[in-house]
T-cell receptor
């Protein structure tokens, strides 16, 4: 299966701990997105990378969140000093290069974070 | 008021029915409109993609965009039990900040 993969699939942590999630996009997809989804809501945009450059970041994103894509391939999302409100599904999506008017995002299965 | 509104449902229909799903939005800068399907415990899957106003058809699915009314629709013809899922509308302007609606849960009963 060459779809978007995310690890871990589940993470339980205590409040105040740091967590890091990994996303491996589809090979040769240069665009990568992170979203957060809570129960009964649609995905909420967090940040966007084109290759290794982080080009967009949600204004609502706390400074405790940081994302990287150092070599333009896999990406990591780190949450520092986790809070109970951070409990959610964190989704990663990737898109191939080309005409951005016809972009298709391919989503991974997500990482479910529970902060106790 | 949220940027994108969507009736959360649940919406239950008999197999074979025509389903109409709708979203309204407030940001006139949105230019690109999408519909995603999300099964339980899975990531969303793109169904339809439309640029600006107009209609687009793909198999049993038809997407409509009315920018003057800030209203988009997805129609599903001959609905099947396998169509049971949450349907999310999404949209963006010229950036890559996609805004999703909260989703409508659909159940198609055999």
């Amino acid at each position: 299966d060459t779809g978007v993969s995310q690890n871990p699939r589940h993470k339980i942590t205590k409040r105040g701990q740091n967590v890091t999630f990994r996303c491996d996009p589809i090979s040769e997809h240069n665009r990568l997105y992170w979203y957060r989804q809570t129960l009964g809501q649609g995905p909420e945009f967090l940040t966007y990378f084109q290759n290794e450059a982080q080009l967009e970041k949600s204004r609502l994103l706390s400074d405790r969140f940081s994302a990287e894509r150092p070599k333009g391939s896999f990406s990591t999302l780190e949450i520092q000093r986790t809070e109970q409100g951070d409990s959610a599904m964190y989704l990663c999506a990737s898109s191939p290069p080309g005409d951005q008017r016809t972009d298709t995002q391919y989503f991974g299965p997500g990482t479910r974070l529970t902060v106790l | 008021q949220k940027e994108v509104e969507q009736d959360p449902g649940p919406l239950s229909v008999p197999e074979g029915a025509i389903v109409s799903l709708n979203c309204t939005y407030s940001n006139s800068a949105f230019q690109y409109f999408m519909w995603y399907r999300q099964y339980s415990r899975k990531g969303p899957e793109l169904l339809m993609y439309t640029y600006s106003s107009g209609n687009k058809e793909d198999g049993r699915f038809t997407a409509q965009v009315d920018k003057s009314s800030k209203y988009i629709s997805l129609f599903i013809r001959d609905s099947q039990p396998s169509d049971s899922a949450t349907y999310l509308c999404a949209m963006r302007g010229y950036g890559q900040n996609f805004v999703f609606g909260p989703g409508t849960r659909l159940s198609v009963l055999p």
